[in-house]
């Protein structure tokens, strides 16, 4: 389940704040020093997702590590459905979003 920013401390790079809102952090179940935090922007008509992983520091808060995807979607609301399903995904449903199959024009 994806936590309010509050309730983990994480160290955000003053750049990836000044376009993006942060919709929340996910700390691993199984090894709780790492995690994934959730950017998003709009950019004209899509409304963009980012997730970085995130790594527990020895002062206790979460350095944002890199970019591990980003997602367009149509709608904030997308955004939050997603975010909602994401922690559920098996392996195999997320490489599908991550690497959808491309549509294929018939002839």
Not at 18 to 40: C, F, R, W
Not at 64 to 73: D, K, T
């Amino acid at each position: 389940m994806f936590k309010l920013n509050e309730e983990v401390k994480v160290n955000y790079p003053d750049e990836l704040l000044k376009n993006m809102h942060i919709e929340g952090v996910m700390i691993s179940p199984y090894d709780t020093m790492i995690g994934v935090t959730a950017l998003s922007q709009q950019i004209n008509q899509d409304h963009v997702l980012r997730l970085y992983s995130l790594v527990l520091n020895e002062d206790g808060f979460f350095e944002v590590i890199y970019e591990l995807q980003a997602f367009s979607m149509q709608t904030k609301e997308d955004i939050r459905i997603f975010l909602e399903k994401l922690p559920a995904m098996s392996a195999i449903e997320l490489m599908m979003i991550m690497n959808p199959i491309p549509q294929i024009a018939s002839h």
